[in-house]
């Protein structure tokens, strides 16, 4: 049981899951400080400014309309670089890859594995 749990957690997927979380939380934090330090400021300046810029209060209800369109922003930033950054670029491998112009990787040649093999046997 316990040798199972190792393979499957040395599997190259579960690694790379877990850099993709903890990139994707930097990520997060990153974005979120962008949205907070100017997004929800430049909505509050375009919808009067002062304290209760990008607000609503009707029958004594506040509707904040500043934040949620602040993070309707964030969220299409973040879904654009996303798409750019990842998305493009591993389409774009996939697709060299199918159509025969990006090789795989590179294999040794026979010469070359003769080569070490001959050295091998000098070294024994």
Request: hydrophobic share 55%; charged share 15%.
């Amino acid at each position: 049981m316990l040798r199972g749990f190792k393979d499957f957690l040395l599997r190259g997927n579960v690694v790379e899951l877990a850099v993709a979380v903890v990139i994707g939380t930097a990520f997060t934090a990153v974005v979120n400080t962008f949205a907070a330090a100017f997004l929800t400021p430049l909505v509050g300046l375009v919808s009067g400014g002062g304290q209760l810029g990008g607000t609503v209060v009707v029958d004594g209800q506040v509707f904040a309309w500043g934040a949620f369109v602040s993070q309707l922003v964030t969220f299409v930033m973040t879904a654009a670089v996303i798409y750019l950054l990842v998305v493009l670029p591993m389409k774009a491998l996939v697709d060299r890859r199918a159509r025969g112009e990006e090789p795989g990787p590179a294999q040794p040649t026979q010469t070359e594995l003769l080569t070490e093999i001959r050295d091998l046997l000098r070294a024994r």
